[in-house]
């Protein structure tokens, strides 16, 4: 069993930035490929940036360039850098973690991006 612990969401203007942190628990973290969802009101969950053990990272084309997703092994603790935001980003952002066939979801963090 995987817990996942997300942190830092809250109310910005666009064009601010925000940092969301997702704590994870297990001695494997480094191992785990690790992921930030995202689903707005009336919308489908869909798929924010991802990072996989070796460090490799894929994001969503309406996030390039403006979100960095990273990881710190000795903290268990993955990231999403969120600069530029726009206020279609306003969003619940669920951390993700696949580990050895399984899924497991964090509680959501609620993003809203507006003036």
């Known amino acids: 069993q995987v817990q996942l612990v997300e942190s830092g969401g809250g109310l910005v203007q666009p064009g601010g930035s925000l940092r969301l942190s997702c704590a994870a628990s297990?001695?494997?973290?480094?191992?785990?490929?690790m992921g930030w969802y995202r689903q707005a009101p009336g919308k489908q969950r869909e798929l924010v940036a991802s990072i996989f053990s070796a460090g490799t990272t894929r994001y969503a084309d309406s996030v390039k360039g403006r979100f960095t997703i990273s990881r710190d092994n000795a903290k268990n603790t993955v990231y999403l850098q969120m600069n530029s935001l726009k206020p279609e980003d306003t969003a619940v952002y669920y951390c993700?973690?696949?580990?050895?066939?399984?899924?497991?979801w964090g509680q959501g963090t609620q993003v809203t991006v507006s003036s």
């Open positions: 993700n973690a696949r580990v050895a066939g399984l899924v497991y």
């Open positions: 297990g001695s494997i973290f480094s191992t785990y490929a």
